[in-house]
């Protein structure tokens, strides 16, 4: 897909990257934000999605401020695992993968999705999307051996839907796509707005 306005997308996700191609979308240049991405006190995991992915945005378009070149659209998103009030962390370790696998055997959960989009004349758009997902009741083999997979680092909640995981996910109430890291209607509506696609 020929885009009239260049995109940069904010991301250090190669499955953000992936999903775009998935639309036919290929971003002009892909620039990893840096940012905190502590949760606030007291900050609600709907909340905190929505942010991060404007602050990714923000960031990525301050630092282009002085370059060269034609103005290009940023689009951002962060994904929130999140049982009730509790945002289940990425998973950096075994041990934390571990503890996010056991919170949500035989529940469900959320997964929010907050896409942010600031286009060439510094206009910001944002979009959340939650998806309900259900996880069927896991034993210790079943934990022990994702674990080793390793299809779990740098996850949120610990897994990856689109991997393994999806053996342990009998259905989910909403967007796949926002569950592997970018809810792809609600993004094409966000790069029409912005001119990147027609």
């Not at 967007?175 to 592997?180: E, F, Q």
Request: net charge positive; hydrophobic share 40%.
């Amino acid at each position: 897909m020929t885009a009239n306005t260049p995109l940069v997308l904010a991301s250090s996700s190669p499955r953000r990257l992936d999903l775009l191609r998935q639309i036919g979308v290929v971003p002009a240049e892909v620039v990893s934000p840096d940012i905190d991405e502590t949760p606030g006190v007291r900050e609600l995991p709907r909340d905190h999605a929505l942010r991060l992915a404007l602050e990714k945005a923000r960031a990525v378009v301050s630092a282009r401020r002085d370059r060269d070149g034609p103005p290009s659209a940023v689009l951002a998103a962060d994904t929130v695992v999140a049982m009730g009030r509790r945002i289940l962390p990425k998973a950096d370790d075994a041990l934390t993968a571990r503890q996010c696998l056991e919170r949500l055997s035989g529940r469900r959960h959320r997964v929010f999705g907050g896409v942010a989009l600031i286009g060439v004349n510094g206009g910001e758009r944002t979009k959340l999307v939650q998806t309900i997902v259900h996880v069927r009741r896991l034993d210790r083999g079943d934990i022990d051996r994702y674990i080793e997979a390793g299809d779990w680092q740098g996850k949120a909640g610990g897994y990856a839907i689109q991997g393994a995981a999806a053996a342990f996910v009998p259905r989910i109430n909403g967007s796949y796509s926002n569950v592997v890291g970018l809810p792809l209607f609600e993004t094409a509506g966000l790069l029409r707005w912005a001119g990147v696609v027609p």
